[in-house]
Structures are given as C-alpha cells and as structure tokens.
C-alpha cells in the first residue's frame, strides 16, 4: 500500500528559483494538506485542501501556491525561493477535513535553499 | 504563537518501564487531542486520540490522559520497548481545519 507519495525526496535551490512539489494518495482521501517542519518547531500548515477544486491557507501561507489537481493529487509551488523556505515539507491526507480525522503522511521532502 | 507545547525535547527510557510524554495547550477552545509518532525519513503516523468529553483513552500499551483544568494532556507507554524509540507529536485541531502540533519529544528506549 503506498499511501501517500511525495517526490522528489530531496532538492537543492538556489535563491530565486522555481520548484513545485508533487503529492499523490491512492486512499480515496477528500483531504489534503502541506505541512512543514522546522528544528525545534512542529508541524505547520501552509495550505490545505478540503475537498477537489477547494484549497485554503493555513497558518504560514506566504510564498507558496497549491493546486488541487484532482482527487489523488495535491501540488505545492515555491515561484521563487528564499532560504527562509528552507525545511522539510510533508504533504497528508485523510478522509474529509472532520476535528478527530487523523492524517496520513507522506515521508516528506528535504528542501534546501541556498 | 505556540498553542500546543512540548517542552522536554527529549526522554530516554529503560526497555520494560514506563514512559511518559507530556504535552501543554493554551487553547481552552481544544476540544480533541491527537498523539502522532515518526522514525526518522519517514511521516508521521497516527497513533491515538482523545476527545474533551473524555479523561482517558487506552489503546494496548498506550495510554492518553488528558486534565483538563491544567491545560494538559500524557502519552502513557507501558512497557517501552526499543521499537517505540521515535519522535512523538502531540497535536490539536484549531480554528477552521488548522492541526495545532507541539515541537515534539525525542524517546530513546534502551536495551
């Protein structure tokens, strides 16, 4: 079962470029979502998608873009790249966007900007 | 604005005892509680849950409590095992479809 899918694994930017970063689930899941983690802080939300077509900002929304390409794909896009986006970045899903829904997570991806 | 806290980094346990994570909130709107676990490389996976109407949730060597009064909540591991060794993540679903996570706690589990 693969669950939720991020590619690529690890990427390195320079300042300034572009990167889009690709998610796909095979659950069936209406929800999606992008998170990022940095040292000594937890998860955060960026943006998140309550259902195919919808997407709305969650709490650190600023520099990037979504796309909710249809039920099993959810995109996140850096136009152009700072080093403050330098994280980890996990994308989730789960059934529908309810309080006590727990998320499945992909298994992330290192970003480095340089 | 860190509504969820974490505040030991770290917790190292020997194999068979008790293991106790604990976890802080400032939202007194809270009303559902989530433990999540990660290896490194990989996501984190759900573990158990608890809602406000409740102070206790078992699920086989896992236990949650929640108080409350204080503003807190444990993760109960009895007994620890090497393989629990992970990160855990305490989370909270605010406002709208935010998920309020802590900073984590690092468990070592010692043979």
């Known amino acids: 079962n693969a669950g939720v899918t991020q590619t690529p694994k690890f990427q390195v930017l320079k300042t300034g470029q572009s990167m889009t970063l690709q998610c796909a689930q095979d659950?069936?899941?209406?929800?999606m979502y992008w998170y990022r983690q940095d040292p000594g802080m937890g998860l955060r939300l960026i943006y998140y998608?309550?259902?195919?077509?919808?997407?709305d900002k969650g709490e650190v929304p600023n520099g990037y873009n979504v796309s909710r390409l249809n039920k099993r794909e959810f995109s996140l896009r850096l136009e152009s790249a700072a080093p403050s986006q330098t994280s980890v970045y996990f994308c989730?899903?789960?059934?529908?966007?309810?309080?006590?829904?727990?998320?499945?997570f992909g298994d992330g991806t290192r970003l480095s900007i340089l | 604005d860190q509504q969820v806290k974490q505040n030991s980094p770290s917790l190292s346990v020997q194999e068979g005892r008790i293991s106790i994570l604990n976890c802080d909130y400032t939202?007194?709107?809270?009303?559902?509680f989530l433990w999540y676990k990660k290896y490194p490389a990989e996501g984190p996976t759900f573990l158990i849950s608890i809602s406000s109407i409740k102070d206790k949730n078992e699920d086989g060597r896992f236990t949650v409590f929640l108080n409350k009064s204080a503003k807190h909540l444990s993760l109960h591991i009895v007994p620890s095992q090497p393989g629990d060794s992970a990160v855990y993540f305490c989370a909270a679903p605010a406002a709208g479809n935010d998920m309020r996570f802590g900073a984590g706690t690092r468990l070592t589990v010692k043979p």
């Open positions: 989730a899903s789960s059934e529908v966007t309810a309080r006590n829904q727990p998320q499945h």
């Open positions: 659950m069936n899941h209406n929800s």
């Open positions: 939202n007194s709107m809270f009303d559902y």
């Open positions: 998608s309550a259902s195919e077509g919808t997407t």
